[in-house]
């Protein structure tokens, strides 16, 4: 079963634009969740998606958004790029049953805002 | 809100030698799980193993095992017969289903492990 891809791999950026990145979760798997890792602050929680909605939320400003198709893919949009934004982007899949749900991970984005 | 801390920033141990890595989490919730990922160079994170908080006996996958122990809140990763394979950064993970549903990871800082020829 092939993992969970992400993409770009990379992206370079400058201040004020706004970027796409894309994940496609495992075969089967319904939820999708999005981290931010920094040096300062490590990983960070974005927000999760299930059946195209958005379950859960970090604590991020609005410029970070995301959305769930169909077939389980996954997008997050981030507007007016600053120099913080900077990071690796993370992507998990889970399949989102009800007793437990392991998280895999895909390689990440890394994104350069200069 | 929860905290989970690994108060080892960096380690070393020997190839083929045993070293055990900390990790400390605070919460008052009595069902949740309990994660190690580790990152390689890559930066690609993969999971090494799962607790589940009630289960008693501690969760094994070759030579990565864990001791849990939750009344002091404790979950270490115990990796026997080191390889050059293993150096990564390792993260301890917590993670507690939501009112939503949802299930959202926290991570520790991490610990930089490097192992030795």
């Known amino acids: 079963k092939a993992g969970v891809t992400q993409t770009p791999r990379y992206l370079i950026k400058t201040r004020g634009q706004q970027v796409t990145l894309s994940c496609s979760p495992i075969s089967g798997h319904r939820s999708v969740s999005w981290y931010q890792q920094t040096p300062g602050q490590g990983l960070q929680f974005l927000f999760e998606y299930f059946s195209e909605t958005q379950r859960n939320k970090g604590n991020f400003p609005g410029r970070f958004s995301g959305r769930q198709f169909s077939n389980s893919r996954s997008e997050m949009n981030v507007s007016t790029l600053e120099l913080g934004d900077s990071a690796l982007y993370l992507c998990?899949?889970?399949?989102?049953?009800?007793?437990?749900?392991?998280?895999?991970f895909g390689p990440g984005t890394r994104l350069t805002v200069l | 809100a929860q905290t989970v801390t690994q108060s080892q920033p960096e380690m070393s141990v020997q190839e083929a030698e045993t070293v055990t890595l900390s990790c400390t989490y605070d919460t008052s919730e009595n069902n949740y799980y309990l994660f190690w990922y580790k990152q390689p160079p890559s930066r690609q994170m993969i999971l090494v193993i799962r607790?589940?908080?009630?289960?008693?006996q501690n969760a094994t996958e070759n030579r990565f095992s864990v001791n849990f122990q939750k009344a002091a809140k404790s979950f270490s990763l115990k990796i026997s017969d080191s390889q050059l394979g293993d150096t990564a950064m390792y993260f301890c993970?917590?993670?507690?289903?939501?009112?939503?549903?949802?299930?959202?990871?926290?991570f520790g800082k991490g610990t930089k492990l490097s192992v030795i020829p």
């Open positions: 607790q589940e908080a009630y289960k008693q």
């Open positions: 993970a917590f993670m507690k289903r939501t009112g939503a549903g949802s299930y959202q990871l926290t």
């Open positions: 998990a899949s889970s399949f989102a049953g009800e007793s437990t749900d392991t998280q895999y």
